[in-house]
């Protein structure tokens, strides 16, 4: 296994261009597909024109009366394929068109007319939570530990603000694309997504009660983040309702900015968090509200909301909470999946909070942090215990170590009273802890009761079946590591199967930081069952035995094929109308240091240094794993002070790369990654979860730097210049 951890079995082809994605299939008598959209935040559809001078008979037109079962199948099923009746967000599908080619959808686009009366839109959180739509959330979560108002009352101190983050779009290499091909009764389709069986689920209620069958398969997916998690969905019924209409091959595939304006982002958030604290800065009880902004209708939001309750104590021993969530709608496109999940939204106002509590008692944030910690034993405010797998002590102490934290605390201090005047340049050090759940939610896991499938070739060779979908974390590659070690092979004797819902069984979607951990143990434990059935288990076995053992297999039966289903293990239980339980089987912990400087002139502020340590539970490929935390803080970077999405009356702006700043090579700090293993007894070797957790610490370290460098709690993310700005000034700008 150790050869194995460096290696990535799909760099080279990458580089050498050698993969396939979607764009580069060739399907003959292909047509190209268009959208007409919504130019209104909120109406009622009163009639849809079409210019009789111009020539339709080169253009297939789909709306919504064609549509039989008109609904996206995903948590509430609210949201339509094609808008029927009433829009409820700028850029909402109204048409679909199909044509040989995008010239000609582009000219016919010109000659639809629309007409509407407007209805009143509520464009953000703040009007919406005006309206009725306040009285109506998409989901409300309610989560209750000890007594607050006790805790309140005896408090020294009652410290209270309220944070904000914006949108956060994917910005994924390659964007939306997807196509159909009809065959007969049954329709293929493929494209660029994170959970085929996701897609095969909503294009089985699309064509519900009808002949067509629909199968998926994923291809070459060039970044995903959550943008592809449950987005794909609308457009692959789009192309599939095509492709029936037609009977020939139909490709949807957006434009950066089709993209950018009219795809699933972050869910903007508004927390009001309130501490009873004492006078030595013990946290006594947390009072937080925390309202995400959904846009138009349901998608993921309740789940996304019930990660963002559980992340919001963050890493603190917290004996009083008082949690209070609500997904809320607004007419703006639909927010989604992205990675962290709701995470980065409440973990930024507890961070915040602690550090507003850190300001007004005069007493160093390490102070308060330190004096608050979760230890082994303790329990989480849904009586979680936190009894294993526990390494955030180990991180905590690496990061302190390596960026000599307290050191430049000192020093930073210093300089900013004596030299920044003159430099013009204010230096700052924060520090965020950071939990992430790993896997789905509560019950989440049970309820999906992943599968995955091995088979052994009569040449020794094994097949590895699930539907967990390779978009650039390097899961194909975990998963011959994880199968190599358990089985003895080399990587030329593993098999990934074609993401084909055909060909692999459901092992759950490709989200949650659970690939590695949930699927890579069924992997490991269908490698048990390999070698109990070829008599190798509990005992030690060579290549050359692996290989003998299968063709001795092989003389009496003529198949070996094992599967597992996920369970948790029988103590992890939780209560979804109280929250109170295992919110997780398991926490993978990060500490992160981050070093800025804001200068005084332009008000922008530059990330130069950043530390973090994360317990992973175990490595399964450890240059991947340092690829993953770099990659994450980069973005968890954007999120904190570059990435601002601009809308007008719920149309966003945004157009590209060149409105729509991410960091580049020139905005990444030095990054110093350490790993620390504190095995959890059901993961793969150990293995628990790291995909989205570098992100969901970022931010509140650069953050926790800023209210450093400026002397007041950041309370609003993207931290622009203008941010920067009221917060130094102490005026109200306009951002």
């Known amino acids: 296994m150790k050869k194995n951890t460096e290696i990535r079995i799909d760099a080279a082809s990458k580089i050498a261009g050698i993969e396939k994605y979607t764009r580069d299939l060739h399907i003959d008598n292909l047509l190209y597909a268009a959208t007409v959209r919504s130019d ?174 629909v199968d998926v398969t994923q291809i070459m997916t060039g970044g995903a983040f959550g943008g592809k998690e449950d987005f794909p969905s609308l457009i692959c019924g789009h192309v599939a309702l095509l492709a029936e209409k037609t009977g020939q091959p139909v490709i949807m595939s957006y434009n950066r900015e089709e993209d950018i304006r009219y795809t699933t982002k972050r869910h903007p958030s508004k927390i009001n968090a309130k501490a009873a604290v004492s006078k030595e800065g013990n946290i006594q009880a947390v009072d937080m509200n925390i309202l995400l902004d959904s846009g138009a209708y349901t998608t993921l939001s309740p789940v996304v909301l019930a990660r963002a309750v559980l992340t919001s104590f963050g890493c603190y021993k917290l004996p009083n909470v008082y949690i209070h969530g609500k997904a809320i709608k607004t007419n703006i496109p639909p927010c989604g999946a992205f990675r962290g999940f709701g995470g980065p939204q409440s973990l930024f106002a507890m961070e915040m909070l602690v550090e507003k509590i850190s300001q007004t008692l005069n007493m160093p944030v390490w102070e308060i942090k330190k004096a608050n910690l979760l230890s082994l034993g303790d329990k989480l405010p849904t009586g979680q215990p936190i009894d294993y797998s526990y390494g955030l002590p180990q991180c905590i102490e690496k990061v302190l170590k390596s960026s000599e934290y307290e050191k430049k605390y000192n020093e930073f201090k210093k300089y900013n009273e004596k030299e ?252 110093h990654v350490e790993i620390v293993e504190d095995a959890y007894f059901n993961g793969p070797f150990g293995a628990k979860a790291l995909g989205e957790l570098p992100l969901v610490g970022a931010a509140p370290a650069v953050a926790s730097a800023v209210s450093f460098a400026i002397g007041k709690t950041a309370t609003k993310i993207p931290m622009t210049p203008e941010v920067i700005a009221s917060m130094i000034e102490k005026k109200n700008y306009e951002y």
Request: aromatic share 10%; hydrophobic share 40%.
């Open 420 to 671: 920044a005047k003159r430099s013009g340049i204010l230096k700052g050090i924060g520090i965020s802890l950071a939990p992430h759940g790993c896997g789905f939610t509560g019950v989440g896991e049970n309820r999906i009761k992943a599968i995955a499938t091995m088979e052994v070739l009569p040449n020794g060779q094994v097949v590895i079946k699930t539907a967990n979908t390779e978009m650039g974390q390097g899961v194909d590659t975990a998963y011959k590591i994880i199968v190599s070690e358990a089985l003895h092979l080399p990587f030329n004797d593993i098999i990934i199967e074609e993401k084909n819902t055909s060909k692999v069984p459901n092992s759950g979607p490709t989200v949650a930081s659970r690939s590695t951990m949930i699927v890579g143990k069924l992997l490991f434990d269908n490698c048990e069952q390999i070698l109990s059935a070829l008599s190798l288990n509990n005992i030690e076995f060579s290549l050359q035995d692996f290989k003998e053992a299968t063709k001795k297999y092989f003389n009496d039966h003529k198949t070996l094929s094992v599967q597992k289903e996920y369970e948790h293990p029988n103590f992890i239980t939780f209560d979804e109308d109280t929250y109170k339980g295992y919110g997780y089987p398991v926490y993978a912990w990060s500490a992160n240091v981050a070093e800025v400087e804001i200068d005084l002139t332009s008000y922008q502020v530059s990330v130069k240094q950043f530390y973090s340590a994360h317990d992973v539970g175990r490595a399964i490929n450890r240059q991947q794993s340092e690829g993953q935390i770099q990659g994450g803080i980069i973005q968890g970077i954007g999120y904190a002070i570059y990435e601002d999405i601009h809308l007008e009356n719920g149309q966003v702006l945004n157009r590209g790369f060149r409105d729509y700043i991410i960091p580049t090579i020139e905005d990444v700090p030095e990054l």
């Open 40 to 213: 209104r935040a909120h109406a009622r559809i009163l009639s849809v024109a079409f210019d009789d001078d111009f020539d339709w008979s080169r253009i297939t037109v789909l709306s919504a009366k064609d549509i039989k079962n008109n609904f996206v199948a995903i948590i509430k099923n609210d949201m339509p394929y094609l808008a029927k009746n009433e829009v409820n967000y700028y850029g909402e599908p109204i048409l679909l068109l199909a044509a040989e080619n995008d010239k000609i959808l582009h000219k016919a686009k010109k000659h639809i007319t629309i007409n509407y009366d407007d209805l009143q839109a509520f464009c953000t959180l703040n009007k919406a939570m005006q309206s009725s739509y306040a009285n109506e959330p998409f989901e409300e979560i309610i989560l209750k530990n000890g007594d607050v108002k006790k805790a309140f009352i005896k408090a020294d101190h009652i410290i209270e603000d309220t944070f904000e983050t914006g949108f956060q779009e994917h910005v994924y290499l390659e964007p939306q694309v997807v196509v159909a091909i009809p065959d007969g009764k049954t329709i293929h389709i493929k494209g660029s997504m994170q959970c085929p069986y996701y897609v095969q689920n909503a294009m089985n209620e699309l064509f519900m009660g009808s002949e067509t069958r």
